[in-house]
Structure formats: C-alpha cells, structure tokens
C-alpha cells in the first residue's frame, strides 16, 4: 500500500533560490549535449570585477540572458543596493552546483555591479490602504491556548473546517461541483449527522486535532500523531461511506532537502470513529499538498501531490490506486512535472469536459500558475495560465471559488513568501485570476499587503456578494529591519463592495504569524466566521505564545470593527 521513494537527486536540479540566476538542466541532458565542456569553478567568477563596460548594453544583454534563461529576469528594485552582492555570489553558487555548462556567465563583479547600479538604496512600501465607510460586520476574537501538557510553540499549517460523521466524504468520483465556493459551504449538506469540528494540522509537534468549536471548552481530540502534517484533505478514499483525512506530511520543520516526505491516509473506521494511519507514499521531498481525483469514467483513484521540496527534490506527482475493486488501495506514482517549489494543487473541471483538470501553484524560481488538463486515462496536458514578471515574486497560495458569479471557478492568489531570504518585497499582496474561459483567464490586482499568505472568500457581511479575508506570514528576523517595527497588516477583509471592486478593512496589525485560516459558519447563526492558526516560525509570534489558535466570531453589524494590536506578551 506504500510507495517507497529512494533518496534520489531531481531529475532537473533548481536553483530555488529567490534571486537565483538560473535554474538547472538535468544531469543526463548536459551529459549527451555538452559532456565536452568543463564548468568554470565558482572562485574564477569571484575574482572577476567590474571592468569599465558594466553599464554598456552589450553587457546587460548577457546579463539578461544568463539571468532570465529559464524563469523571469529577477528586478533590481526587488532588493536594496547592499543586498546584491550576496543575492549574486548566491545565484552563482547555485549555477555551478547545477553542473550547467551551456550559458555565458558574466564576471560576477560585473553582474553584481549592474544589480547594484539599478538598485535603489532603500526600498520603498506602498502604505496600507484602509476603506473610509466602516465594515458592515464585527467580530470578536476568542484565543484557544495550548494545554498545559502541551508544548509551549505551535506551528498551525492547515486548517479545515468539516464533519467527520458517515456520508460526509467526498465524493471522489465527482468531484467538487462547477463553480462550487466550497469554502463557504456547510459541510453537513452531504448527508452527515454529526455537527462539523475544525480540523487542524500542528507541524512543529506533528499533531492533527480535532476541536469541538460547539462545546463550551472547545474540545480537542487527536486524531493522529504524524511527523509534520501540513495540508489536510477530507474525502473518502475507500468508498465506506466515512470522512477519511489524506495529509501532506512534510517530512521536516525546517525547509531542507531530504527523502523525508510522505503522503499519509487517515483511515476512519465508520464504527468506532478511530482515524488508522496508512502511508500511502514515502521518501519524498517536503509534501506540501495532496489532493484525491478520479481518472476515468469507473471511478479509478488517483492522488495529486505537491512536492515543494526545497533546491534538488520536489516536483508534481501522480499517485493512482492500481487495486482491483474491492481490495486496499496501492498506488503507483509517476511524475507529472519535475519542477520545484509546488504549494496547492486542487482540483476542478477547468474546461468542463466531464473529466477533473487540476491546478498547480509552482513557486521557487517559477512563479506561475499552471493547468493540468485531463486527457482521459491519467494522462494531463500543462498549460501556463499565468507567470508572474519577477523572481522574487513570493507566491504564496491558490484558492478556487466563483469571485464574480458567473458560474465559473476563479482563482484567488496570494504572493507574500520571504522565507528564502528574509526581504519583504513590495509587490507582495492579492490577486485575483478572473476565468474568461476556455482555459483563459484575466488578472485583477486587487490589494497590497506585506507577507500574504493565505485568502478565502464569503459573504462576510451579508450582502449576496463575496468578500475575501487574508492573513499574513512573515518570518520572524524580516528585513528590512525597520519594516519589522511598523504595525503591518496581519488580518485584512477585502469587502467586495461593486462587482470586482473591494475596499480593505484591517482587523488585526503586527501578528504576521498566520500560515493557515479557514472560514465557516462556526455556531450556526447564519453569519460566516473564520479562525486562523499561528506559527511559531512567524513574526512576532513570541508575543502570543501559547495561543494557538483565534477564532474571529462574526457579530453581524453592530460596532465597526477595529484593528487588534500588539499589547504585549499573552
């Protein structure tokens, strides 16, 4: 039932570094075409300097090729001036670990004397907006803190809210519904008895809980101890007509390479409600997503995971259960794309032919949103949908939901990722993919905000349109410094206040700690709440300690909301 991965060097190594400048070839290519060359070693380009011709045109020409072969030509001004020579000597290392011979490198003094000329000193933020008319909703936030027996960090990567009761899973064969916002449905529509719970995955102390957000002491349950749990996808992978739980186990706290990653089942058993751990899939690279579909028309079940990885492991995987009817699942797993840094890959209809597509959000030195359109029989053909135009772009997350209601599935993009290097670049923030169909789509800038990280869309104030919450994760030793003592924005709710058009409203500043949020009608009062996690790895999270989790419970319109802020310790 477990496929052993062995520890392997990538296919295609990549650079992954956020301003590397150029991603790599696999080994077995550059053996057939260019076995004849000898790579130049990487203390050559440091002796280089800048020769008289660093801003002459036939110079940045090479720069731009050697820099913009294989991803987006990163952007001076993504970076201050004193920060390029060691973003270049970086990239560098990564070129000549890569083992790639075929490109022009030019002298790296010249290289980090172009970067440094076109630099400026100091980065500029555009300024947090804030609507004028106050919000037609309040919340209030009630904090759940760790036990006593519990350790003293948490590091909350996904949330899901859902119910764990018979006749709830979801269906693998259909799929989610055209157009379908699943983030704002109730999930006891499916049939199930039992009230819906808040699934949550702790990474640093591999727990996956269940709480009881109906009870008076928010009661918890452990379904599972695992390594480091990240995404949680409810469904029923068996067909027994109980919620089982596929989660992406990372493999490791830290971002590294390793063959630690795996793919883990949580089957339930529909009589005693016991969840038993089955490894569908091991020695992998950092698992960040996976997500069950069906690959033909008899109901053959696949798997569709995002190995993030980290520089020499990761890429999209296909998992397919190759088990007779009626038998335990095996899977056999194949890979769809080697590349690196895979966040979300959920799944849709996207041309509606009847058959499940999937999308990926690949970030590290691709930043780009990419279709996976289904064949037939398991095989999927890539389409680009969207490549941002810098390296440091930061992608972050993917959501699917009908934003306009138009009856199709848009796609909601975060980019707020600064973990690579610690800058906060200033074109982190919200966008919104809008579906034109077929397979098309047209991009809305929709709001800046520094370490965006996670957006989920609903009706938040009542009105029949969809509002979108985001949350923010920055790391804890951000740079610039400076930027680090400002208030940013860590919970903003962008009200769609006219078609396509959403004025901001910031609900808490200066806990960017938040790396996971879901949305939901929490106590059944018919108004859309929400609850996001904290991450020890986060900023400022020192400041909240134990609390692990806060959950915002929407009053309806009453007094305006008004920001949280930092208050010291708790």
């Known amino acids: 039932m477990m ?27 550059w053996l057939r075409w260019f076995g004849h060359a000898t790579a130049r070693p990487f203390a050559e380009w440091q002796g280089e300097k800048a020769g008289p011709d660093a801003a002459s045109t036939a110079l940045e020409s090479r720069i731009h090729a050697f820099c913009g072969d294989c991803h987006a030509m990163p952007r001076p001004e993504s970076f201050p001036r004193d920060a390029w020579h060691v973003e270049v000597e970086k990239a560098y290392r990564k070129y000549e670990d890569s083992g790639r011979v075929d490109l022009d490198p030019p002298p790296m003094g010249q290289t980090i004397e172009f970067y440094r000329s076109h630099a400026p000193e100091a980065i500029s933020y555009p300024e947090p907006r804030e609507a004028d008319a106050p919000l037609r909703a309040s919340f209030h936030p009630e904090r759940l803190d760790l036990g006593p027996d519990q350790q003293a960090n948490a590091a909350i990567a996904g949330l899901c809210w859902t119910s764990l009761g018979s006749g709830q899973g979801t269906s693998v064969a259909s799929g989610p519904a055209k157009g379908d916002n699943a983030t704002a449905r109730d999930p006891r529509i499916h049939g ?3 009230p819906p719970v808040l699934l949550a995955s702790d990474m640093f102390s591999g727990r996956v809980i269940a709480v009881d957000l109906g009870s008076p002491q928010r009661t918890t349950r452990l379904l599972a101890q695992l390594n480091n749990p990240c995404h949680i996808e409810p469904c029923d992978l068996d067909g027994d007509g109980a919620t089982d739980l596929v989660v992406a186990d990372l493999g490791s706290y830290d971002v590294r390479d390793h063959d630690l990653g795996r793919v883990v089942w949580l089957r339930q058993d529909g009589r005693t409600g016991r969840f038993d751990e089955i490894v569908l899939a091991s020695g992998l690279g950092r698992v960040a997503d996976a997500r069950p579909i069906a690959l033909d028309a008899s109901g053959t079940v696949g798997l569709v995971v995002a190995e993030f990885g980290w520089y020499r492991t990761g890429g999209i995987l296909l998992l397919t259960n190759m ?22 890959v959920p799944v849709c209809d996207l041309d509606r032919d009847g058959r499940l597509d999937f999308l990926a959000l690949v970030s590290n030195e691709s930043e780009c949103v990419e279709a996976f359109l289904h064949q037939g029989n398991g095989r999927f ?3 680009t949908l969207w490549r941002a135009p810098d390296l440091a772009f930061g992608s972050s997350g993917i959501e699917l939901v009908d934003l306009d209601g138009d009856g199709d599935l848009d796609i909601l993009y975060t980019n707020g990722d600064s973990f690579d290097n610690m800058y906060v670049t200033p074109w982190h923030g919200i966008q919104w993919l809008e579906n034109q169909g077929p397979v ?20 938040f104030d009542g009105d029949g349109d969809l509002d979108i919450l985001v949350v923010a994760f920055l790391p804890r030793n951000l740079k610039p410094d400076w930027l680090g003592e400002r208030q940013l924005p860590s919970i903003v709710l962008l009200e769609q206040t006219s078609p396509g058009n959403f004025a901001p409203h910031i609900l808490e500043r200066g ?17 859309l709440d929400f609850a996001v996690g904290n991450h020890a790895g986060g900023h400022r999270a020192s400041d ?17 909301a008004r920001p949280i802020r930092p208050s010291g310790p708790r």
């Open 3 to 29: 496929i052993p991965r062995p520890r392997r060097l990538r296919t295609i190594l990549v650079s992954g570094a956020i301003v590397a400048m150029c991603g790599a070839v696999a080994w077995g290519i």
């Open 192 to 194: 199930s008895k039992q």
């Open 323 to 344: 088990a007779p009817p009626g038998q335990p699942p095996r899977f056999e797993s194949q890979v769809l794309d080697p590349r690196t840094g895979a966040i979300h």
């Open 381 to 383: 053909h890539r389409q």
């Open 440 to 459: 098309q789509f047209k991009y809305h800038r929709l709001a800046d905000m520094s370490g965006a990280c996670v957006a989920r869309a609903g009706d």
């Open 511 to 527: 806990f960017a700690c938040h790396a996971a949020a879901v949305i939901g009608d929490f106590n059944h009062d018919g108004r």
């Open 544 to 560: 909240v300690r134990r609390t692990w989790l806060t959950v915002w419970w929407n009053q309806g319109c009453g007094e305006p």
